[in-house]
């Protein structure tokens, strides 16, 4: 099964600063603001700093294990360390620091489009061009891929497999859920890890 790998909101959000990303990227490399595929590795010199903050649903304020943002995943160095061996085929791992930590931003390189792995069947936009429905064909990934993006959600979105999903449970990693249901994107997620 394919899953919508979402925030659990409980937890504090992390932003990075334009200014930091244009300084140790360019101009050329806007990280910041474009969530396309492109690979970072060869610029990405020095760490980039995030900030961690609460936002309107935060109740536990702590730094998550892992967090998903703007087509991207931050990962803890417990984190990584627990996951890297799984995701590092699919992307990069990008050093960041923050107060209290250093990680790891994981930036999905394996799209669901270059598999042929969309469903075109159940893939439905509204009359606005916007993403209502979204579905993949599980046979068609390559064996072994864990995360990947979509062309269809703008590359905004990280989706897993069970296998991934299973080792974020089996590790007590906190700050991602789980959506199964991608019929319908706005729906609830599965329960909190």
């Not at 087509?71 to 803890?76: E, Q, V």
């Not at 699919?90 to 790891?104: A, I, K, M, R, S």
């Not at 606005?128 to 995360?147: A, I, Q």
Request: proline share 6%; aromatic share 12%; hydrophobic share 40%.
């Amino acid at each position: 099964m394919i899953h919508l790998i979402c925030n659990d909101d409980s937890y504090l959000v992390y932003t990075r600063s334009t200014n930091d990303a244009v300084a140790k990227l360019g101009k050329k490399y806007p990280f910041h603001i474009n969530p396309a595929p492109i690979s970072y590795a060869s610029v990405w010199k020095d760490p980039l700093h995030l900030d961690f903050g609460p936002d309107d649903e935060t109740t536990n304020e702590l730094v998550p294990d892992i967090a998903a943002r703007y087509g991207r995943l931050f990962l803890t160095e417990k984190a990584h360390s627990l996951l890297s061996d799984y995701l590092a085929h699919d992307g990069e791992f990008l050093p960041v620091t923050y107060v209290g930590g250093t990680g790891y931003i994981f930036n999905p390189l394996t799209i669901a489009e270059d598999h042929n792995a969309v469903d075109n069947a159940v893939t439905v936009f509204n009359d606005f061009g916007e993403l209502e429905s979204l579905g993949f064909l599980e046979d068609k990934p390559p064996k072994g891929m864990m995360v990947f993006r979509s062309k269809a959600c703008g590359y905004l979105d990280v989706f897993c497999t069970d296998q991934i999903k299973k080792a974020i449970e089996d590790a007590g990693l906190v700050g991602v859920t789980f959506q199964p249901d991608l019929a319908y994107l706005g729906g609830p997620a599965s329960v909190a890890h």
